[in-house]
């Protein structure tokens, strides 16, 4: 979350020059914060009722998957 705002405010005071490579890291660094958040959404033993048929290493699973794919569609916009 940290590099994100800092990426954010460096864009904000400084200089977005390089656009993409503003857009790209900072959607890596929003995406990421978002899979981590329901990684551990899903591996907390007390909400259990909520992913019934979501175990832990499915969502671990999930979440290296996620990542793989953001972080492939991140790589491409950079060009």
């Given at each position: 979350m940290i590099s994100g705002i800092t990426q954010f405010l460096y864009c904000i005071l400084i200089t977005n020059?390089?656009?993409?490579?503003?857009?790209?890291?900072?959607?890596s660094t929003v995406g990421q914060f978002v899979l981590a958040a329901s990684l551990r959404i899903q591996a907390n033993p007390e909400n259990g009722k909520i992913?019934?048929?979501?175990?832990?290493?499915?969502?671990?699973?999930?979440?290296?998957?996620?990542?793989?794919?953001?972080h492939f569609f991140v790589y491409n916009f950079l060009g």
């Open positions: 020059f390089p656009f993409n490579s503003f857009i790209a890291g900072f959607g992913f019934p048929k979501v175990s832990p290493e499915r969502a671990f699973g999930d979440f290296l998957f996620g990542s793989v794919i953001l």
